[in-house]
């Protein structure tokens, strides 16, 4: 009986730009995978390239899979640190005659004979043949490892035992596979190329004409686990069709044979979906924590304290989708008076309707308690008597209180706007009407 190998898996990225959503939904099936099998998950950072791998670009490495909720096993892995083992690599290849100066440069000899395979776990069978591959450089003219040789010296030396990466990358691996082989090893990982991320348009997601930005996507309000949770979808689908699901039992599901090799759309309309979903399930301590920097960026917002926050956040938990849409619904509660839309304006308030109804309410709400149970009755009441259902007798309530026509709940909202400065804000649009 031998020993079961523990899968060994390496997330790779090169701190060239910061983390794009390719390169997040990589890291996440490595360690999706690494979590499921019990196996370990190493970073290697390749910045061989100094001019370009800034120190504040591997920060935000770092703090992106943190902020994802991705761990790794052990240090990150410097790959500037290891030119040492690339340089006795490039010996020995050179000196078993492998590879050769070309021009101040380093290449390794392919030969037009034959050709190398690898069983793809998403791809299937994939052969190259050698005829079409390169003598390709391994040794830039300033002495460098090129990303080939480094990346087959460390797969060898790190004992990865899987590699998961994106599909762009398909083409570098039989020139991988070659050099390992000439370095002796006698054995391969298991490849999984995962398909391309592709826009509504079903081109190639580019940082040139896309939002490919994680960083972007968390300013905007997405909160974690809902960019995780959506990022695991693009190219797996659990079996059981349940796609907004916590990431344990995402962990429990992943399989590497379960991705797909089809493009995976990227759909902002279903990841904010999602995000809405994880903000309704939110505590309201955790939303009010969550919303708090986008309160304080308004005028108004560093002097709303955490009290009053956290007596709003009910308000806007079932319509926000996005973290960065809180301010835009519950605005007006902090107001001094309610800043009038005018388009609202115009459609509801020139309605004739619209003043009879306001008089009606201003009698209507002069006694009642002031819950939101009693004002929906009220209003409906009132209503009623004008020969109006809720939707249109609660209308120039909502445009005279919030000043427009869509908000959070209206009750809801005047209960909490207090009876004097409601009264207040719908004598003042009784004014502007007569």
Known sequence: MTDQVVPRLRFAPAPTGFLHLGSARTALFNWLYARHTGGELVLRVEDTNAELARPELIDNIYESLEWLGIDWDGEPVRQSQRDHLYQEAID????????????GAIRFRVGDAGSTSWDDVVRGTVTFEHEHVEDFVIRRSDGSATFFLANAVDDLDLGITHVVRGEDLVNVTPKVIMLRRALGATDLPVFAHLPLIVNDKRKK??????????ASYRERGIIAPAMANYLALLGWGPPDDVEVRPMSEIVELFELTDINASAAMFDLKKLTAINGDYIRAMSVDDLADAIRPYIDAE??????????????????????????????????????????DEASWQKIMTT???????????TAYA?????????HAATLAAGEALGLKLGKAQAPVRVAVTGRTVGPPLFESLEMLGRDESLRRIEAARTRLT
Not at 92 to 103: H, P
């Open 205 to 214: 997601l580019s940082k040139r004409r896309d939002d490919v930005s994680l």
């Open 299 to 340: 005028p108004w917002g560093p002097g709303v304290d955490d009290e009053s926050l956290r007596r709003v956040v009910p308000l806007l938990q079932e319509r926000a989708k996005l973290l960065e849409e809180a301010p835009g619904i519950v605005d007006f509660l902090f107001f001094d008076d309610p800043e009038i």
């Open 352 to 362: 004739e309707t619209a003043l009879p109804m306001l008089d009606a309410v201003v």
């Open 367 to 375: 006694d009642i308690e002031w819950t939101s149970h009693d004002l």
């Open 92 to 103: 020995r290849l050179v000196g078993d005659g492998r590879a050769y100066e070309d021009d």
